[in-house]
């Protein structure tokens, strides 16, 4: 079963791509980020014509995460903990999976910047209630994988440049921390669980030539529940989607489980 996540950077103006992309990865599930664009502007006909269920939970001009799935789903939409939160970054849902099911999150989290700003302390909240909320999560005992796009660098290996980012939100000491603290209630990161090498990206900043410089960062993860990781075949990350004519600057990654 192959589940991929992917922010798009707005699915209307990625549309093409987005097509061309189920049909050569054929990922079972897909999880998308940044759409951009309200439930109804979604392009649900043209996904559903390749043959896959489509759950949105939209935003104008912002945000927008998406779960794209061959199989039925059961889903809700947004993350407890913040009934004031109108921002639309987290979808989850349930799809049959061998004699059970396995569950899926879509997350966008914020990305924090400007640091000292109001921006920041809604990205430490934010994290806080993922946290907690994937503790619950746990509880459950499914084969699960949280993935999207965490705008959280890992580690100095996980970037181009250390020193460049070290003042970023995606990768202060207290971002790391929570990302850390994530990982440390039982999940794994799926890219980590099959390779050391540093220089793995899947964001690349569309100034300054970064994508032709490999200038990139890796903030896009997949994170698997013990369940899931003990079903682990396989992670790759689709790095030729970034070359491609107007690309996302994200690309997807996708891991393959039994």
């Not at 097509?19 to 759409?35: H, I, M, N």
């Not at 799935?69 to 407890?80: A, D, H, Q």
């Not at 921390?177 to 050391?196: I, K, M, P, W």
Request: with cysteine; proline share 6%; aromatic share 8%.
């Amino acid at each position: 079963m192959r589940i991929a996540t992917w922010n798009v950077n707005s699915v209307r103006q990625r549309l093409d791509h987005l097509l061309a992309y189920l049909k050569e990865a054929e990922p079972d599930v897909l999880c998308l980020q940044e759409l951009k664009c309200m439930d109804e502007a979604f392009p649900r006909l043209e996904v559903e014509s390749t043959g896959y269920n489509v759950a949105v939970h939209g935003q104008k001009t912002f945000n927008g995460v998406a779960i794209l799935s061959k199989r039925p789903l059961e889903v809700r939409t947004g993350l407890p903990g913040d009934e004031a939160d109108a921002h639309a970054r987290y979808i989850e849902a349930t799809v049959p999976h061998g004699n059970g099911i396995l569950r899926v999150a879509s997350i966008y989290l914020p990305n924090g910047n400007p640091v000292g700003t109001e921006k920041y302390t809604y990205k430490l909240a934010w994290m806080d209630r993922l946290i907690a909320h994937a503790r619950e999560l746990l509880k459950l005992e499914e084969p699960l994988v949280l993935a999207g796009d965490y705008n959280v660098i890992p580690g100095p290996r996980d970037c181009y440049d250390p020193a460049a980012w070290a003042n970023d939100a995606l990768f202060l000491p207290q971002t790391r921390e929570r990302f850390r603290a994530l990982l440390n209630l039982g999940f794994t990161d799926a890219l980590r669980a099959v390779s050391d090498e540093a220089g793995l990206y899947t964001f690349w900043d569309y100034q300054a030539g970064a994508w032709q410089k490999n200038l990139g960062i890796r903030i896009d993860h997949l994170l698997l529940s013990p369940q899931a990781i003990d079903l682990l075949q396989n992670v790759t990350i689709d790095k030729g989607m970034r070359g491609r004519e107007k690309p996302s600057d994200h690309v997807p990654i996708h891991v393959d489980l039994a």
